[in-house]
């Protein structure tokens, strides 16, 4: 069966392992790629969960598509699992700096608006392992973690004590 025939069905757990069992080389996340960034909105959608556990198993697969992701990132206008899923797959590859300055900002404004809990921990984490690179990011990202620690939820204020650890 087509990757964009598997997508068109209803999401499930076993079919976003099917989706990720086809996954085995760098033509196929590259088809996975190609097929979430076109859309439509529903495939899109269907597409971003399996790809971001491909990411994380494969982080190598996503060298070539930092530029999609950013552009994606930086949308006015983008679905919730979009965006949390994009996330959770930056979390575990190194950034490319050339784009690390966008994703940033991204992550910034993800996490200073009123976003999702998960949003807004993907995008603390996100920021974190830029610190690790780009020191001048660490204070800003402890000044926003502390103002906004006493109003989060249960897991953000777990994940943002973790960074802030982290990051001290």
């Given amino acids: 069966m087509k ?3 598997l997508l068109e069905q209803p999401q499930t757990k076993a079919q976003r392992d099917r989706i990720i069992s086809q996954i085995t080389s760098q033509q196929k996340f590259d088809e996975l790629m190609l097929v979430f960034a076109a859309g ?5 959608q269907r597409a971003a969960w399996p790809l971001s556990y491909c990411v994380q198993r494969q982080p190598a697969f996503l060298n070539k598509h930092f530029a999609t992701i950013a552009k ?9 699992a979009i965006k949390r899923n994009l996330l959770r797959a930056l979390q575990f590859v ?6 690390q300055g966008r994703i940033a900002n991204c992550c ?6 009123n976003e999702p809990t ?9 920021l974190a392992n830029l610190a690790n690179t780009n020191r001048e990011l660490k204070n800003e990202i402890v000044l926003i973690l ?12 777990s ?10």
């Avoid at 439509?40 to 899109?44: E, L």
């Avoid at 994606?72 to 919730?80: K, Y």
């Avoid at 994940?159 to 001290?168: F, G, I, N, P, S």
């Fill in 3 to 5: 990757l964009v025939e």
């Fill in 40 to 44: 439509p909105y529903r495939v899109t």
């Fill in 72 to 80: 994606m990132l930086e949308a006015t206008v983008l679905a919730d």
């Fill in 94 to 99: 190194q950034i490319p700096s050339r784009y």
């Fill in 108 to 113: 910034f404004a993800f996490l200073t608006s």
């Fill in 118 to 126: 998960a949003i807004k921990v993907f995008a603390m984490t996100v």
């Fill in 146 to 157: 502390e103002s906004q620690l006493p109003f989060g939820s249960p897991g953000f204020v």
């Fill in 159 to 168: 994940r943002a004590r973790k960074v802030l650890k982290q990051l001290r």
